[in-house]
């Protein structure tokens, strides 16, 4: 049971603190990792592999995945949801003292000139994911046909019928043709 107790406390701590995405936690579970001896750091490296690869946030499919290795089912229950904790009682502080600011002209000034910002980064990283997926270094080609996929998802994205349609419907779509451009010489 303390060994339970201690994963809670463990997640909860490096979910308070490590601010930045899934990856954020990495340099927490290297020392977890030395300091328990709960798994090795070629078990973080299996861990990174298999979190990036499965649907879910990093963070969440890691703690999951230690919690499991610790303590079984139990543990792969506790650990994510000690980890979320702390972002949840932030989020919920925030969102109160957002709710009294809401009418101040000063705060509402500061979101006008956060969402710009914010669209700004979106796009530097929609910019950085497309270069590096139609122009990858490694084969030293352009991908032409992610190149079109992507062209027409976005076209129906700005088509009215077409736009309707529910995101897992291009998500299905976008696979079955990554399907056929892999059997396709």
Same mark, same amino acid.
């Given at each position: 049971?303390?060994?339970?107790?201690?994963?809670?406390?463990?997640?909860?701590?490096?979910?308070?603190?490590?601010?930045?995405?899934?990856?954020?936690?990495?340099?927490?579970?290297?020392?977890?990792?030395?300091?328990?001896?709960?798994?090795?750091?070629?078990?973080?490296?299996?861990?990174?592999?298999?979190?990036?690869?499965?649907?879910?946030?990093?963070?969440?499919?890691?703690?999951?995945?230690?919690?499991?290795?610790?303590?079984?089912?139990?543990?792969?229950?506790?650990?994510?949801?000690? +980890?979320? #904790? /702390?972002? $949840? %009682?932030?989020?919920?502080? &925030?969102?109160? *003292?957002?709710?009294? =600011?809401?009418?101040?002209?000063?705060?509402?000034?500061?979101?006008?000139?956060?969402?710009?910002?914010?669209?700004?980064?979106?796009?530097?990283?929609?910019?950085?994911?497309?270069?590096?997926?139609?122009?990858?270094?490694?084969?030293?080609?352009?991908?032409?046909?992610?190149?079109?996929?992507?062209?027409?998802?976005?076209?129906?994205?700005?088509?009215?019928?077409?736009?309707? +349609?529910? #995101? /897992?419907? $291009? %998500?299905?779509?976008?696979? &079955?043709?990554? *399907?056929?451009?892999? =059997?396709?010489?």
């Amino acid at each position: 049971m303390m060994t339970l107790l201690r994963l809670a406390v463990e997640f909860f701590i490096i979910g308070l603190f490590s601010v930045g995405g899934g990856m954020a936690t990495v340099p927490f579970l290297m020392s977890l990792s030395e300091r328990s001896g709960w798994f090795s750091l070629q078990n973080l490296t299996s861990m990174i592999a298999i979190s990036e690869a499965t649907p879910g946030p990093i963070g969440i499919n890691m703690a999951t995945y230690v919690g499991y290795h610790v303590y079984g089912l139990l543990g792969a229950v506790i650990a994510p949801v000690a +980890l979320t #904790i /702390p972002a $949840f %009682l932030i989020i919920l502080l &925030l969102a109160k *003292i957002i709710a009294r =600011l809401r009418g101040n002209a000063r705060f509402e000034a500061i979101f006008a000139a956060v969402r710009p910002a914010s669209i700004g980064l979106i796009s530097a990283v929609l910019l950085q994911l497309s270069i590096t997926t139609f122009f990858p270094q490694a084969s030293g080609s352009v991908q032409w046909k992610s190149m079109l996929l992507f062209l027409v998802i976005a076209a129906g994205l700005f088509t009215p019928k077409v736009k309707r +349609l529910p #995101i /897992p419907v $291009f %998500l299905l779509f976008s696979a &079955l043709c990554g *399907i056929l451009f892999q =059997l396709a010489p």
